[in-house]
Structure formats: structure tokens, C-alpha cells
């Protein structure tokens, strides 16, 4: 996803870095949009070079930001265990001639589905 390209409400060129009373880091923005972040403590010699290289350096404005599109691991699982319960189920609908042992069936896969699906959403 490419966020800022062709404008935004702001038109800023930069991040906006927010500290927090005691000068740590809370957030950083670009427009309005949430930057993810690593706060690091520098030595004095590095701090010194990097405010040198803030103070005398020019920086072209930033147009855009390009992030990656990461699937949240919990719904890749669930993606998978549907896809499994779906196969499934067809095998069930194809192979069990007697109705009321392919309705018994089908029933106990959804419990699996559900099964799986409130185990995913309870593990950190």
C-alpha cells in the first residue's frame, strides 16, 4: 500500500515525532498516518553527528510512504482451518450416501471450525 501518493489531507513532506513529558518517543506520523517505530538510546557522540547532520543537511520532502501488506497470523490460521473444514465437508457431501449421517457430520465439522476458531482467538 503506497499512503500520501496524489495527497492527503496534510501535505506535509516530513514525520512528526511525539515525546512524551519525560522525552521519550510515544509516536511517529507521517500525515496522519501511524509510522511503526524502535527508540534508541545514542551516545553523546552520535547524538552530536546526528544533530550536525539535521542542522546542515537538506532533505528532499517525503512524497509517499510504501508499506508491506502483512497478514495478521491468527487470520492465516483461520483462513486455513476453513479451507480445511471446506474440503472436508466435500468429501463428507460426496462419499456419505445417508442423509442423516452427512447432516451428523457437517454439524460436527462446524463444532471443530468453531472449536479452532475460539482456541486461535484465546493464544497471545
Known sequence: MIYGHKGTIHQTGYVDVELAPEGHVVAVWFRCHPLPFKQTKDGLDRAVDMERMYKNGYFPPIEAIEFTEEKDPKQTQRENIESAIDNLAEVIK??????????????????VLELANSEISETP
Do not use: D, G, T, W
Open 94 to 111: 460426496q462419499n456419505v450416501r445417508h442423509s442423516c449421517r452427512r447432516i451428523s457430520a457437517l454439524a460436527k465439522l462446524e463444532n
